[in-house]
């Protein structure tokens, strides 16, 4: 797995790798998944999962690491705590659950690792629980937050932790056919044009159905989280503000969420195109 991740992920293996040479295991992770699939994600989450207890197993370990580790992927090992959301949404109980499986020491004298998917998808009562939890760290308990974009998560949760960003598995040579790059023109300059008035375009071009509609988002996210990455190297880019794009990546990543329930198309994108606007 180490070759495959480093060919596919070499920015995200050399994080990871590095936390284990420079002796600078964190308590707290927010992993940036950047709209890759979630099986790929996880893949990685286990990645880093898996070097924790291989960087940390010592002598005072009562089971063997080949053992730990095959339990880790099956998600059957008694340390280690997978949540998803529950109805689109990670709430307060699931996290008071990790507290209590956790209240005591590792019965195999391992480190606690929890693994929140789709952070940003946390109630208020759920992030003031994680934040309680990253506010007084235990030294034997790790947390792996994970979220498509940083920038959904609270400013204070992700302060709280070190950040770990996933490249998209295209290595981001994707071919945004002229449709979709007008599209994004469109936006640039919807202060002035109103995107309603290409409704008839979209709907015959970029969302002619739903499959196409999904991938059409799923390019219109890759394309402004590019924006996004280059903005925040360099400061701002001159068509959006970097909060504008943090703003259209939430209206995209909220519309493409809404595709996995029976909606109607033409409803669904006069609301994108309205949202869109509003930003």
Not at 5 to 23: A, C, D, E, G, S
Not at 87 to 104: G, H, R, T
Not at 230 to 238: F, G, R
Request: aromatic share 10%.
């Amino acid at each position: 797995m180490d070759l495959a991740v480093k060919n596919r992920q070499p920015n995200y293996y050399k994080q990871v790798t590095n936390i284990f040479l420079h002796n600078s295991l964190s308590h707290a992770y927010l992993v940036e998944t950047n709209n890759n699939d979630k099986n790929v994600v996880r893949d990685y989450i286990l990645f880093l999962v898996k070097k924790i207890y291989e960087g940390t197993y010592d002598e005072k370990v009562t089971l063997p690491l080949e053992k730990i580790l095959y339990l880790v992927e099956k998600n059957e090992y008694p340390d280690y705590v997978e949540i998803e959301p529950v109805n689109n949404q990670i709430k307060k109980e699931q996290l008071l659950n990790i507290k209590e499986l956790f209240a005591n020491k590792s019965v195999y004298g391992t480190k606690q690792v929890y693994v929140v998917y789709s952070t940003s998808k946390m109630n208020a009562s759920a992030a003031n629980t994680i934040l309680k939890f990253l506010e007084e760290p235990n030294e034997d308990i790790i947390a792996i937050l994970v979220t498509n974009n940083q920038y959904n998560v609270l400013d204070t949760i992700r302060s709280r932790c070190q950040i770990i960003s996933l490249q998209f598995e295209s290595n981001l040579q994707v071919a945004f056919s002229e449709d979709m790059l007008a599209f994004f023109d469109d936006i640039a300059k919807r202060k002035e044009n109103d995107l309603l008035l290409n409704f008839n375009i979209y709907i015959k071009e970029i969302f002619k159905d739903k499959e196409r509609t999904v991938e059409s988002v799923k390019k219109a996210l890759l394309y402004y989280t590019n924006l996004l990455n280059i903005s925040s190297n360099s400061k701002l880019k001159k068509e959006n503000s970097l909060e504008e794009l943090v703003s259209i990546i939430a209206v995209f990543e909220e519309s493409l969420n809404k595709l996995n329930y029976n909606v109607n198309m033409k409803l669904w994108i006069d609301q994108l195109l309205l949202s869109l606007m509003e930003v």
